[in-house]
């Protein structure tokens, strides 16, 4: 069974910068979707950023111009750098890898903007 593991999380203040990392214990499919998503108290899980095996990206309108999602296939990780940070990022990150027959979850990090 592979396992994400996430680092990277931590306190923050508004405009400052994080960066997220997620290792997979095992080999993840380079084909798979890694991807990133965010609860905050109260809320929803949502969609931050995904990236596919090509480098093809998606943003949640919410970060655009913030963040950026990348990978290293040879590492089975992905990483997300966050830029701008504002106090509506704080919230549980997680990470995630699926494909047509799998679907990994983080156990999550928690992101704190505040001054």
């Known amino acids: 069974q592979v396992q994400l593991v996430e680092s990277g999380g931590g306190l923050a203040q508004p405009g400052g910068s994080l960066r997220l990392s997620c290792a997979a214990s095992?080999?993840?499919?380079?084909?798979?979707?890694m991807a990133w998503y965010r609860q905050a108290p109260g809320k929803e899980r949502e969609l931050v950023a995904s990236i596919n095996w090509l480098g093809g990206r998606n943003y949640a309108d919410s970060v655009k111009g913030r963040f950026t999602i990348s990978r290293d296939n040879a590492k089975s990780s992905v990483y997300l750098q966050m830029n701008g940070l504002k106090p509506d990022d704080t919230a549980v990150y997680y990470c995630?890898?699926?494909?047509?027959?799998?679907?990994?979850w983080g156990q999550g990090t928690r992101v704190t903007v505040s001054s």
């Open positions: 095992g080999t993840i499919s380079s084909g798979a979707l």
């Open positions: 995630n890898a699926r494909d047509i027959s799998t679907n990994y």
